[in-house]
């Protein structure tokens, strides 16, 4: 591509320095979404089912890696944005049958993200161990919410039977008793323009450059008129409102609620996917959740004590592939040529 | 314009612990003045720009900026006002590459910092902002290259880019020959010369030559509170000013 006048020298010595490297990310890109998006053509219902969980957590995963990679910020509760939507879409569905799942999403996922804009108010402010303690702290916060508040949560028990039999996707096309291939697509047809979205806005406009020039030198940001607070917390209430977005998703998706879906493991469980696919890559956390989910439903399988196993793993994955498994091939690439400075 | 100063100080005082730094410290820079900050070290040289900028508070005083005052406001926004600075210590975005760190100042002073619609690429007028302020500096060759793997000088010259792309009525630069070469200084020297133009500067500097240079007038700083302030020339003759710096001659 070549682009004439003055823009010239500049598009076009970016495009040699990052272009193969852009090159190869966009084509792994474009196969990782066409196989999620083809997968109830490849995959067997049971396969097909994980992969439906796979996909919601990544989605999560990528929301939490949204505030690591973009932020610099590692929060240890992340899971209080996509329980509080899961509960919110739960609570919806049980009032308002007959609301369509698109505006039911809006409003569970804008709960998160509000919600995320008064935290983060507080907790971005601070960086480094404060960040996590403090998101420690609200994770911590809002699971005894969901445990304790029984007449609203259901406590222990969680909230089920809230999926009418009928879903209304717009007005005029419902889905009655959606199937396994069903609520797959519906996820993957909110997860593929969600993430793509987050990532244009993140690595393709003034938003996200601001955002990036924060992360890497906030005290010269600020210096060139930024407002680093106002940055950072843009950033986590977008985290937050994608967060939301998966957690209502997968309480539609599963008919069902529980403190599962709030509480602190399931915090460190997408901080586990998120390394095991690498943070580098916007799309590295999919990767991580899918592997994740595979390897947890193969081992468990196998054995009782499969969590052990996983942990082994995991300890074993950040040990010999510190960038995850998307930082994989950047790695070989290195060690071929000798480099190792990538 | 009045004879309002530009950028007053008044009463200016600042402790860390037990130390005091800054002492009832008063400064008023008239607009379009070129004004030296010298002192030896310890004279609360780099707290002061701290404070000016807005990185600390002072304990007592206050800063007024065209008669606004400004004492409590955060560093961004007196930046939006119109008062750039630089970094004794650089302080750049390493990992982007020359262009990416102009723009990212242009895009700020443009108004569309925090756009989260319009592509990077789109931007036509910044990018042509953007070689003009590297070509201003003489970064325009390695505009694309990433700025961790230029040399010092260079990293310094963007450094100042950075201050000349948001056009600031008041420049404050901290030390912008700290760590270059004579031959880089005098090139430092020649560039200021020309891209400062009726711009207000506040300039601390160790290096005589720079602050003889640029500066039409010299504030001499001990600590914390102001010892003389003249032209070169008094401040040159000023037998105080000689038996501060202690047998290091000033001129």
Not at chain 1, 137 to 155: D, P, Q, R, S
Not at chain 1, 186 to 205: C, D, G, Q
Not at chain 2, 168 to 189: N, Q
Not at chain 2, 202 to 221: F, G
Request: proline share 4%; charged share 15%; hydrophobic share 50%.
């Amino acid at each position: 591509m070549t682009i004439p006048g003055k823009l010239g020298p500049v598009l076009s010595a970016l495009d040699a320095e990052r272009g193969r490297g852009r090159v190869a990310e966009t084509l792994a890109t474009i196969v990782l979404l066409a196989v999620v998006a083809g997968a109830p053509w490849i995959v067997s219902k049971a396969a097909l089912n994980d992969l439906g969980q796979a996909i919601l957590f990544g989605l999560f995963a990528i929301s939490f890696n949204i505030v690591f990679k973009y932020s610099g910020l590692l929060s240890f509760g992340h899971a209080a944005f996509f329980g509080l939507a899961a509960y919110g879409a739960a609570l919806l569905l049980q009032a308002f049958p007959a609301l369509p799942v698109p505006v039911l999403i809006l409003i569970a996922a804008s709960g998160a993200g509000l919600l995320g804009l008064l935290l983060g108010h507080v907790c971005v402010r601070r960086a480094g161990a404060y960040f996590s303690m403090t998101t420690l702290a609200i994770g911590a916060f809002f699971y005894t919410i969901a445990f304790k508040w029984h007449a609203v949560t259901g406590g222990t028990d969680g909230l089920g039977s809230f999926m009418p039999a009928s879903l209304m996707l717009l007005p005029g096309w419902r889905l009655v008793n959606p199937s396994i291939t069903q609520t797959y697509e519906l996820s993957v047809a909110f997860l593929i323009p969600v993430a793509l979205a987050a990532w244009f806005l993140l690595e393709r406009t003034p938003f996200g450059n601001a955002i990036q020039l924060v992360r890497q030198n906030e005290q010269r940001a600020v210096f060139l008129g930024y407002d680093a607070h106002r940055v950072k917390l843009a950033n986590y209430g977008l985290a937050a409102f994608i967060a939301g977005i998966a957690g209502a998703l997968w309480a539609i998706a599963n008919g069902f609620v529980s403190t599962d879906s709030i509480d602190l493991t399931l915090s460190t469980t997408v901080i586990i996917m998120t390394f095991i696919g690498g943070s580098q890559w916007f799309w590295g956390p999919l990767l991580g959740s899918t592997i994740y989910i595979f390897g947890s439903d193969r081992l468990s399988a196998v054995t009782q004590h499969w969590q052990l196993w996983m942990g082994l793993v995991f300890i074993l994955l950040v040990l010999v592939f510190p960038r995850g498994v998307a930082g994989l091939p950047g790695m070989l690439f290195a060690r071929l040529i000798g480099r190792r400075d990538v | 314009m009045s004879d309002d100063p530009l950028f007053a100080l008044r009463g200016i005082s600042k402790s860390f612990g037990a130390g005091t730094v800054l002492d009832n410290l008063s400064l008023a820079i008239r607009s379009g003045e070129r004004r030296g900050l010298i002192g030896p070290n310890g004279a609360g040289k780099t707290t002061l720009i701290n404070i000016m900028t807005g990185k600390y508070r002072p304990d007592a005083g206050r800063i007024a900026y065209r008669g606004r005052d400004i004492t409590f406001l955060p560093p961004h926004r007196r930046n939006r006002l119109g008062i750039g600075r630089s970094f004794q210590i650089l302080s750049l975005f390493g990992e982007a590459s020359v262009g990416e760190n102009i723009r990212g100042a242009l895009l700020r002073k443009h108004g569309l910092g925090m756009t989260p619609a319009r592509r990077l690429r789109r931007l036509e007028q910044i990018f042509a902002e953007t070689e003009q302020i590297a070509a201003l500096v003489g970064l325009l060759s390695v505009l694309t290259q990433r700025v961790n793997t230029l040399p010092y000088g260079m990293q310094r010259r963007l450094d100042i880019a950075l201050v000349l792309a948001q056009d600031p009525e008041l420049i404050i630069l901290d030390e912008p020959a700290a760590g270059l070469s004579a031959a880089e200084t005098r090139d430092l020297i020649d560039l200021l010369k020309t891209v400062i133009g009726n711009r207000t500067l506040i300039l601390v500097e160790h290096d005589m030559d720079v602050v003889y240079a640029l500066a039409d007038r010299i504030t001499v700083l001990d600590y914390g509170h102001v010892l003389t302030e003249g032209t070169p020339a008094e401040v040159n003759a000023d037998p105080e000013v000689r038996r501060v710096y202690l047998g290091e001659p000033v001129s």
